[in-house]
């Protein structure tokens, strides 16, 4: 741990500063990497920097570190984790998670239903729509609470897979660079999932992107600040409510993309979105496209 610190201080140019004196203030959350989210889900933890050293030093310090050491961490969880599931496969055979079908992460009847793909509208934002691969009911709610609730993690690399389909057939992706931003999610909602789900799935879905010959790239440029409200059914106007003042942006990495991409789960009244792509713009970030597993039905049209 000294050394990937050392080597962090040496990046961001403060060799001088004592390595004992920075790990020493470190979170001790750090120690436990429980899932690819534990630095959002951990970040609201940081203490103030050391004294003489600015904050956003500290800041580039801290993250540093944390990639480095995640990282490894999560190969070996990764590795562990495939082995039991191989292990439960063989044992007790997983069901489809939208209807149940034994052997299948998503059977070809909601794999099918998954790429139904349609628009929905977006109000009080610069995009007019947004994309979405299917309507939110049936099987495909299910399927998708299942992954987003329960953490049936299988699902992250199908569910990539079919919005990765929709980006291909809708977004209107240039030649250079494509910047997929996560929509954010609050600290209260990561603690109880274990993860920051949206991110999960756009680091896959860049994965899936990059393999059919897209530069893609995934930037946290958003994130949820302060206390927000638990997310109800409601109006957008109740929905934007709890968002707003509430959104973080930072563009570190955005300057080069071509076509900025937004990706969230659900669209239910499209006040997420909404706030996120006004929040981006403000900060001066275009938003190209706006995509979603799932939609509502205030749907404009069908375009699969």
């Given at each position: 741990m000294h050394q990937l610190l050392q080597e962090a201080v040496t990046r961001s140019g403060v060799v001088a500063y004592e390595v004992p004196v920075l790990l020493a203030r470190i979170p001790t959350s750090l120690s436990v990497c429980r899932c690819d989210a534990c630095l959002e889900s951990h970040s609201y933890r940081i203490t103030r920097p050391p004294k003489n050293l600015r904050p956003h030093v500290w800041q580039s310090i801290l993250n540093q570190c944390r990639q480095r050491y995640c990282d490894g961490m999560n190969r070996a969880v990764y590795v562990l984790k495939s082995f039991m599931a191989l292990v439960r496969d063989v044992i007790?055979?997983?069901?489809?998670?939208?209807?149940?079908?034994?052997?299948a992460v998503?059977?070809?009847?909601?794999w099918s239903l998954m790429h139904r793909f349609r628009m929905r509208s977006l109000y009080g934002c610069s995009l007019d729509h947004a994309y979405a691969c299917a309507g939110y009911e049936g099987s495909i709610r299910t399927a998708i609470l299942q992954w987003k609730d329960h953490g049936d993690l299988e699902c992250d690399r199908v569910f990539a897979g079919i919005l990765t389909d929709l980006i291909m057939q809708c977004a209107d992706i240039r030649a250079g660079p494509v910047v997929l931003i996560p929509a954010p999610s609050s600290h209260r909602s990561m603690r109880a999932r274990g993860r920051w789900h949206t991110k999960n799935l756009t680091q896959y879905v860049a994965r899936e992107l990059r393999g059919r010959g897209v530069e893609a790239h995934v930037r946290t440029a958003l994130s949820m600040t302060g206390k927000v409200e638990k997310s109800v059914a409601g109006s957008a106007g109740r929905r934007s409510g709890r968002l707003r003042n509430h959104i973080r942006v930072d563009l570190n990495g955005c300057g080069d993309a071509d076509t900025v991409i937004l990706i969230d789960d659900i669209i239910t009244t499209g006040a997420t979105m909404s706030q996120?792509?006004?929040a981006l713009q403000t900060a001066g970030l275009q938003v190209d496209a706006a995509v979603a597993l799932a939609a509502t039905n205030d749907i404009r049209m069908d375009t699969g």
């Open positions: 007790v055979p997983r069901g489809c998670a939208g209807c149940g079908e034994v052997d998503l059977c070809d009847a909601c996120c792509i006004n």
